[in-house]
């Protein structure tokens, strides 16, 4: 019996159409199949989920929803979605999907000939070569399984980031829609906070008007300002959530001498100091985590007490030390550029982001929670050969953090390369990567589950200048099409040929170029 086309069950109208779009996204599609295999290997071989110390909070949360001090509800809502399935494996496969959706979503962005000056987007081949590190690097596949926020927080953001690019001259609905998602980001990961920021500076520089900015900004604060206000009613404080003054206090402990503080911190502060000497002293989150100076106060971690007291703390540790904090905040950062992976901040964290070898149980008293969610769950079920396929392969296939310095080098480069225009816009995914990266050594400490969400914008960003750069060269060095110049009575501007803006249709109007 001979085997059909897929083709064949569809209308005669549709078969060229679907032809066409998968020659023109042919390595697209054989990258996806190749990562879906490999998301499937992993879910076969780590049933059902890899947890991590948050995950436990986040479901309890999802099972009994209220406002959390410590964990924002965004990815606890996720999870009540999807509670009537009653299945963690449900929960990590559709974190795999989003995952290649997030690809997806900067593939498709690649694609767009108005992000370019010269109107000539990214091929195939090389925008799939952009968001491989999405679709291939180990540490994201392991990411991904894990029962955590950070595949949904980039979704989020992948979405947000499209929606402002998609066009070269964004409409108010398609802004608001974007402020929307990330909004969703701020809730689900705070550090989407200062992403909403940028995008609102972005379209600022932009020049879209005063009536996209307006219903961008207040399309995100709504939400924002809803969930503060539930927040609130919880804990007693207008806030997304109340750790940012422990955080900071335990960012500063790694320098921090009470002798350089004189006489302005407060009294109630000083048992906060730590006597021993900075170099001895231990990573940031034993802070926060294990018996160190703040649990010499009575009440919970993050006691409102204990918070203020603690950025009291930290404001005069900057204050007074501020060589020493811009040292640690640069040392930490520094770590994102090795290109080895060195265990940190210590080996039972680091552990959670790679693979595990035995199969492990839950955490004392949590079978019964967890069996509300999933009845039929195990914590991680470790099933070889999966298992063992899976864990050679991150130790190989991963993205060096050298590598994710010389992208961001190159998009640094592309951007300034258009400071005319203001960076143009590579400014956007260059600034989210920058701010992914930076925020959380100056704010809390370098993690490897931190770095993570910020490759793929700093691989986008260094695709559209490399773009730039080898259409400029071309157009400059092509014998038949000599470059015009003011002496050959042409009027080319120094910045180049910009057609991103003059040549393309705004939002709504009929595009000749989709996603080709």
């Known amino acids: 019996m001979a085997l059909r086309s897929p083709l064949a069950a569809l209308p005669l109208p549709a078969r060229p159409v679907l032809r066409a779009f998968a020659a023109r996204h042919r390595v697209l599609l054989i990258a996806l199949a190749v990562a879906v295999l490999l998301r499937a290997v992993t879910v076969l071989g780590f049933r059902w989920g890899i947890w991590f110390p948050d995950s436990y909070p986040y479901v309890e949360l999802a099972l009994n929803p209220r406002p959390d001090v410590v964990r924002t509800f965004g990815y606890p809502f ?22 290649l959706a997030s690809a997806v979503i900067l593939y498709g962005l690649l694609r767009r000939p108005h992000l370019f000056r010269f109107g000539k987007a990214l091929p195939g081949w090389a925008a799939t070569l952009a968001v491989a590190p999405l679709l291939f690097d180990g540490n994201q596949i392991e990411l991904e399984h894990l029962l955590l926020s950070d595949t949904y927080f980039l979704l989020l953001v992948c979405g947000a980031a499209a929606l402002v690019l998609w066009t070269p001259r964004p409409s108010a609905r398609r802004v608001a829609a974007a402020c929307l998602l990330l909004s969703m980001a701020a809730i689900t990961r705070t550090i989407g906070l200062p992403l909403l920021i940028i995008v609102l500076v972005f379209l600022a520089i932009r020049r879209v008007g005063w009536r996209t900015l307006v219903a961008g900004a207040v399309t995100a604060i709504v939400p924002i300002a809803a969930y503060m206000t539930w927040y609130a009613s919880a804990n007693g404080q207008f806030a997304l959530s109340g750790t940012d003054g422990v955080f900071l206090y335990s960012r500063t402990m790694t320098f921090a001498d009470c002798d ?27 802070y926060v985590w294990e018996e160190s100076q703040i649990f010499r106060y009575p009440g919970g971690i993050f006691d409102p007490y204990k918070s203020e007291l603690a950025r009291t703390f930290a404001k005069e540790a900057i204050l007074a030390q501020p060589g020493d904090y811009l040292q640690t905040v640069l040392t930490d950062f520094g770590r994102t550029f090795r290109w080895d992976r060195p265990v940190y901040p210590d080996p039972k964290t680091y552990g959670y982001y790679v693979f595990p070898t035995e199969s492990q149980g839950y ?24 298992a063992g396929f899976m864990r050679a392969y991150q130790k190989g296939v991963y993205l060096p953090g050298t590598v994710l310095g010389v992208l961001l080098l190159v998009a640094l480069g592309g951007v300034a390369a258009r400071w ?18 930076v925020i959380p050594p100056a704010t809390v400490l370098f993690d490897y589950r931190y770095v993570l969400p910020a490759v793929p914008f700093a691989s986008v960003a260094a695709a559209m200048a490399l773009r730039e750069l080898h259409t400029w060269y071309r157009s400059r060095h092509r014998p038949d099409h000599p470059p015009k110049t003011p002496e050959a009575g042409g009027t080319a501007p120094p910045d180049g040929p910009d057609t991103s803006e003059s040549r393309m249709p705004k939002d709504g109007e009929p595009e000749k170029a989709s996603l080709t």
């Open 363 to 386: 955490w004392p008293g949590r079978d019964a929670q967890m069996a509300r969610y999933d009845a039929q769950a195990e914590a991680t079920r470790v099933v070889e050969p999966f």
């Open 78 to 99: 996720l999870l009540l979605l999807l509670r009537p399935l009653h299945s963690f494996a449900v929960v990590v496969t559709v974190q795999h999907l989003m995952g």
């Open 420 to 437: 005319r225009r203001f960076g143009g816009p590579a400014l956007l995914p260059f600034g989210f990567a920058m701010a992914l990266l």
């Open 260 to 286: 350089n503080f004189g006489d302005r911190l407060p009294v109630d502060a000083y048992p906060l100091c730590d006597s021993t000497p900075p170099e001895q002293r231990r990573a940031s989150h034993f």
